[in-house]
């Protein structure tokens, strides 16, 4: 199993950026493919990236070009680089860890909050 810590969610005029980042407690943070999802109010949970240890990425559409994920291994944290932020990316932001090696388990943060401002 896994534990999440996510940090670098703050309060930003529309325009600017942010960098979140997630602390992973596991030893084996090369079996997990890693993700950011998020919650806005009154919203369902939606995937925004996902990162495997070969360093696939994808992106949902609303954030493609805007939006980079990456991790480093070494510090076992992933980050979420987010530009160009707009009040409809105002949202709780998840960090989500997947293990793909052996037993399948997925586990959650307990999310950063990220308020972007007109």
């Known amino acids: 199993q896994v534990q999440l810590v996510e940090s670098g969610g703050d309060n930003v005029q529309a325009g600017g950026s942010l960098r979140l980042s997630c602390a992973a407690s596991t030893k084996m943070f090369r079996d997990y493919t890693m993700g950011w999802y998020r919650q806005a109010r009154g919203k369902q949970r939606e995937v925004v990236a996902t990162?495997?240890?070969?360093?696939?990425?994808q992106y949902t559409d609303f954030v493609r070009g805007r939006f980079t994920i990456s991790r480093d291994d070494g510090r076992k944290t992933v980050y979420l680089q987010m530009n160009s932020l707009t009040p409809d990316d105002t949202a709780l932001y998840y960090c989500?860890?997947?293990?793909?090696?052996?037993?399948?388990?997925?586990?959650w943060g307990q999310g950063t909050q990220v308020t972007v401002s007109s």
């Open positions: 989500y860890a997947k293990k793909v090696i052996g037993t399948r388990t997925e586990n």
């Open positions: 990162i495997t240890y070969s360093r696939v990425t």
